[in-house]
């Protein structure tokens, strides 16, 4: 018996250590989004300074091949609202009709379409134009902040986030949050290569889509809380 308690309470101390660690790591990644995003708006709108810009653009031209664009081509589909959109309307339906978690059926569309409305109003606000020199053909609408790397942090991070907290395969939950992460990365590094975002787009699109996406969660998870605590009982009183 005391053998056993001995066993949960230093488990416990092991969970409430790991806990720790990755609230502090998310903490981080929030502090250096939110120093990163201002050094970008700072850097572009107001020291009107694209050399880094620029710099990139010119290093990628050595890269340009038949191949790579396919494979950038295919990577930004994976971001863009065709792909989406049906992608959060069957994890909706999922969490809705087959898995039957309530919250997860919620958080999914509260985050897309909140992340979609900041999206376009931060577009709007900053009304950069895109690149002129793209490499296949012309996109429509502002550049900054990029929304394929915005909606892609947003979406995959929030898949992540379930994997994290619904997988209990140690070795699974790993490789899946690994492999969404680079997905991320790739589309916004495909925006790059197709020359229809700066680079400081899609780094912004990174940063403030991180920030929403902790905030949107956040909110959701106390909202969430209240009402198992204090709604749900009076409901089934």
């Known amino acids: 018996m005391i ?9 416990g101390r092991a969970e409430l250590a790991l806990l720790s660690t990755e609230m502090i790591i998310v903490l981080l990644i929030f502090i250096l ?26 290093f990628l031209k050595t890269h340009v091949s038949k191949t790579n664009n396919n494979i950038m081509l295919f990577f930004t589909f994976l971001g863009t609202h065709i792909f989406l959109i049906p992608a959060n309307i069957i994890l909706i339906i999922y969490y809705l009709f087959i898995k039957k978690h309530k919250w997860y059926s919620i958080k999914i569309p509260v985050i897309a379409l909140s992340s979609m409305a900041l999206m376009f109003a931060l577009k709007a606000f900053f009304g950069r134009k895109r690149p002129d020199i793209p490499l296949l053909r012309e996109a429509e609408g502002l550049s900054f902040p990029s929304g394929h790397a915005f909606m892609s942090v947003t979406f995959y991070g929030l898949l992540i986030y379930i994997i994290w907290n619904s997988v209990q395969t140690k070795w699974k939950k790993w490789t899946l949050a690994i492999l969404l992460f680079l997905l991320i ?8 290569y197709l020359r229809v975002h700066y680079p400081s ?12 996406l902790v905030i949107s969660v956040y909110i959701i998870n106390r909202i969430e809380k209240f009402s198992n605590r204090k709604i749900a009982p009076v409901v089934q009183s």
């Open 33 to 58: 989004s939110i120093v990163g995003f201002i050094y970008i708006t700072r850097n572009v709108f107001i020291l009107k300074n694209e050399v880094f810009d620029y710099k990139v653009f010119d």
């Open 3 to 11: 053998r056993k308690i001995t066993h949960r309470i230093k488990k």
């Open 185 to 192: 990365l790739i589309i916004g590094f495909s925006r790059i």
């Open 201 to 212: 787009d899609v780094l912004a699109g990174f940063a403030i889509g991180f920030l929403w």
